[in-house]
Structures are given as structure tokens and as C-alpha cells.
């Protein structure tokens, strides 16, 4: 089991950040841990000097460039209280307003002061950029050293943060028993989804050598309906992956979870997103499978479709 005593929460200074600070609050008191509230200036460097012509300030003088500084600075702190007020009541709450970049500040801030987890939101943009998350979220999502938990700019402003049904998708790799591990903390007296999708009955997760198959039937079968050549190791692998998920409710179990238990068959990515939202679900948790290296920036194609298209929140986890 996890332990969280430390929550990284980078805002910006829109109406997305009501609901990125709520998802916060909710998951430290869950867990147990404070929160960091960080808003990055990245505005002041490009105000300082004029982007062609690098001579004067754009603001004139320095005590221009300072009044404004200060005047951005009491907005930020005016959002930050209006933000702890409203979201944060009853728990240890730090802020910080830093000025760069607001990628590498961000790393940057989780290398000097080291968080559990991270949790940001995509930053509100028009509706047909929702497809993507942003630099910000995105960089952050592939490099930060620990879980991010990403809160969709859809999310409704107005609407409270609710912690009721959870989906674990699984490919049972054991980089995907960290999410597991994040999982529980969060499941007690939760209802739980637990989700495989079976892409290719025959990988060797399915043991597909120990199918059972009746050669003959299945040769009479194939000749009238050439699909069913492979249907017993679909089959096959159907059991194996409910015998799989059966084992790990067991876990969910202790935590005084209501489990249940589903098998698919299909593209995992379009599996996770139409049960979260058949089944309106509150939060998925997943792991994003990280490498060592270049290839740590690849977060995995499964994980990136659900991050970017999910109806709710998502923890993605890294699998290192």
C-alpha cells in the first residue's frame, strides 16, 4: 500500500482549477496526506523584454515591471484563499507561486520537494483541442516521478468530486499490480470494477498450450464457420482471465469493497471508456507501463486513448 503524505497540486488561474483543487482535497483526505497548492508565472519572462527586439522592457521601467509583479501576485494569492476556502477545509494546506516555464518548474519543484502524487488538470481549452491534454499536463504526465492524476477540463465546475465506483483495468503484467496497489487505499466501501479486455487469445498470459481442444469438432466447425477455428482459445482465455481477476478481488475484499468482475473482448482502450461510462464511473486507475530512458516518455497507446478521451478523472501510475 502506497504512502501519500504529500500532494503536488499545480493550478492555473481559471475556472478549471475549482474542480482540480476539489479532486485534491478528496483524494488527501482519503489518503491522508497534505496538499501543495502551485500557480507558475510563465507570463514575466516574456513581459520583461520585448520577443524581437531585446532592449527595454515592455512594461517600461523597473518599478513598472515590479507593481505589476505585485499586483499578479495578490491575484494569485486572492485565488489561492478563495481555493482552500471553498475545497480545502480540515486539511494541511501550503502554497507556492513560482515564476517559469511552467513545465520544468513543475519537475523541477518535484525533484526539490519530492510529492506522492501529482494532481493537475488539462488546463480549459475550445472544444476541439480536447482531444489532446496540453503541453503542461502532458510533459508532466510522462516524466514525473510519481502518480499524476489527471482531471479532464469537461469536468463540471459545479459539481462536488464523488469517490463511489472505481475502474481497475488490467492486463495483468506486473507493472499493472502498482495501480492495484493505489487501488486499494482508495476502494474501502467503494464499489470496484475490475476489467480485462481479451485482444489476442493466444499471448502467453492466456496459456493458450493448456486450451482444451477437440481438434476433430473444431476442424467439422471451421469448415462451415472458418471463425470458430479459434473460438476454444477465446474461450480459453476468457477463464483464465476470470480465474485472474478472481484472484485479485480477493485484496479489494479486505478493504470492505462491493467488487465485480468484468471480461471483455475487444481494443482495451474502447473497453475501459464505454464501461466508465456505461457504468458512470467516478475515477480509473491504471498504470501507464514507464520505461527507463527515451521510451519513458511513451506512456503506452491503451493508457494515452483512456487519458485523453476518459469520462472522469484518471491516476495513471507508473509501472517502474
Given amino acids: 500500500m502506497p504512502q501519500v503524505d504529500h500532494i503536488l497540486v499545480p493550478i492555473d488561474l481559471h475556472d478549471t482549477a475549482g474542480p482540480v483543487v476539489a479532486w485534491a482535497a478528496l483524494m488527501a483526505r482519503v489518503l491522508h496526506s497534505r496538499l501543495t497548492l502551485l500557480h507558475v508565472n510563465e507570463s514575466l ?114 459539481a462536488l468530486p464523488r469517490l463511489k465506483t472505481l475502474l481497475l483495468p488490467t492486463d495483468f503484467s506486473v507493472g499493472g499490480m502498482v495501480s492495484e496497489e493505489w487501488a486499494v487505499p482508495l476502494a474501502e466501501e467503494k464499489e470496484v470494477i475490475l476489467l480485462h479486455a481479451v485482444e489476442n487469445p493466444l499471448l502467453d498470459v492466456y496459456d493458450p498450450d493448456k486450451a482444451e481442444i477437440d481438434l476433430r469438432r473444431m476442424m467439422e466447425e471451421s469448415r462451415a464457420h472458418p471463425p470458430r477455428s479459434a473460438q476454444p482459445f477465446w474461450d480459453h482465455a476468457h477463464r483464465v482471465a476470470q480465474a485472474k481477476l478472481s ?56 493508457t494515452e486513448k483512456v487519458i485523453h478521451s476518459a469520462p472522469c478523472p484518471v491516476l495513471a501510475v507508473r509501472s517502474e
Fill in 45 to 158: 519572462e516574456s513581459l520583461k523584454r520585448h520577443p524581437i527586439a531585446h532592449t527595454e522592457p515592455l512594461l517600461g521601467t523597473t518599478e513598472d515591471l515590479e507593481a505589476w509583479r505585485s499586483t499578479y501576485t495578490q491575484s494569485v494569492h486572492t485565488a489561492f484563499t478563495q481555493l482552500i476556502t471553498q475545497h480545502c477545509s480540515g486539511l494541511a494546506v501550503t502554497t507556492a507561486l513560482l515564476e517559469g516555464r511552467a513545465t520544468f518548474t513543475i519537475l523541477d519543484q518535484l525533484e526539490k520537494s519530492p510529492a506522492d502524487l501529482v494532481v493537475m488538470g488539462t488546463h480549459g481549452r475550445p472544444w476541439y483541442q480536447r482531444v489532446v491534454l496540453g503541453s503542461t499536463a502532458e510533459t508532466v504526465l510522462r516524466a514525473a516521478p510519481c502518480p499524476v492524476l489527471i482531471v479532464r477540463n469537461t469536468t463540471d465546475v459545479a
Fill in 247 to 302: 484472484v485479485m478481488r480477493q485484496q479489494f475484499l479486505g478493504a470492505h469493497a462491493q467488487v465485480e468482475v468484468l471480461v471483455r473482448e475487444g481494443p482495451a482502450a474502447q473497453d475501459i471508456l464505454n464501461t466508465a461510462e456505461k457504468r458512470a464511473v467516478d475515477l480509473i486507475v491504471m498504470s501507464t507501463h514507464g520505461r527507463s530512458g527515451v521510451r519513458r516518455l511513451l506512456l503506452g497507446s491503451v
